[in-house]
């Protein structure tokens, strides 16, 4: 009689009607995550990579490359577009990707990764805008901007102070609150990108073919942008995971292959650059850190452009 009568008082306690369904609906979702693998997403890790290298690659060669006439300097130029577009492709293409992914990931992390990339690219847009065209006007990338022979004479030199500004909106806080996010919404992905078949794990042949330009682009993305701090990282813990799920024998899918080995070879590629360039005494005045990891278009501007 006591014991019906708690049950009366708690039904939930000694596994009523109403706990056992929230546990069945809670562990079958559960399961269902675990069995759930994803198909490899050519579609979109196509489009990814090809707008990667049209839009932010291909960004500052447009505007070498197009005439100055056609877009002045008080103008924005084409590679301003290219990265507008970027600024819009990019968002869609990650949505995209997180809609996809098999497991449930928090929606608030993600719209807030989203709208922090948006603005981080946005003002990285202007500063990378201003820095760029000022190459027509002498300014070498390869030297701290008050070491530019165009600006160390400005007068008065408070214009310099605005200068640096400028460059800090470009390469630090744009950066920063453009990348940061990026690569928490890839790795979130990637923590769902997991099978318990180990058939499952392989990569078909149009994603092996991606890897090279994919890798190769992180590569540019993560000398240019200054960022292997935050590259290694996740790499790092992208590797953490894969050894933690594997004791849990689960596996990486297609997709999550495709991701680790691309960024698997961006750090060799990184690795290759950094030691090509260790004794370059120019580069390394610019990079004086313990992170030696110099930029592409400082390396442009110091033995390229300057031969021509």
């Not at 869609?92 to 990339?117: D, G």
């Not at 923590?191 to 540019?220: D, I, N, R």
């Not at 790499?235 to 899918?253: C, E, T």
């Amino acid at each position: 009689m006591e014991a019906a009568a708690r049950r009366r008082q708690h039904p939930g306690a000694a596994g009523g009607p109403g706990t056992s369904f929230l546990q069945t609906r809670h562990s079958s979702i559960k399961a269902e995550e675990a069995t759930c693998t994803a198909p490899f997403h050519l579609d979109l890790w196509f489009y990814f990579t090809l707008q990667n290298w049209v839009l932010d690659f291909g960004r500052p060669i447009a505007m070498l490359v197009f005439p100055l006439e056609w877009f002045p300097l008080n103008k924005p130029s084409v590679g301003d577009y290219f990265h507008m577009a970027y600024n819009v492709i990019t968002p869609f293409l990650l949505l995209k990707l997180i809609e996809r992914s098999p497991r449930t990931l928090p929606r608030s992390i993600t719209y807030i990764s989203i709208i922090t990339f948006i603005m981080g690219a946005s003002i990285h847009l202007v500063g990378d805008s201003v820095n760029h065209r000022l190459l027509f006007s002498g300014y070498q990338h390869h030297l701290s901007v008050r070491e530019n022979p165009i600006i160390k004479n400005l007068k008065p030199e408070t214009l310099i102070d605005s200068f640096e500004l400028l460059y800090y909106y470009d390469e630090y806080l744009g950066h920063s609150m453009w990348y940061i996010p990026f690569f928490l919404i890839l790795f979130m992905y990637f923590s769902g990108c997991f099978t318990a078949s180990k058939a499952e794990s392989l990569m078909p042949g149009p994603a092996l073919l991606l890897v090279m330009p994919s890798g190769l682009y992180y590569w540019y993305l993560v000398t240019e942008g200054q960022i292997f701090i935050l590259f290694i990282f996740t790499f790092f813990a992208m590797l953490a995971l894969v050894l933690h799920q594997k004791r849990k024998h689960l596996f990486l899918d297609s997709n999550g292959l495709f991701l680790f080995s691309s960024f698997t070879l961006t750090l060799l590629l990184v690795a290759l650059w950094v030691v090509w360039l260790w004794n370059d005494p120019v580069l390394r005045k610019k990079y004086p850190g313990v992170i030696y990891v110099p930029e592409p278009w400082a390396f442009y501007t110091l033995h390229v452009s300057s031969h021509h």
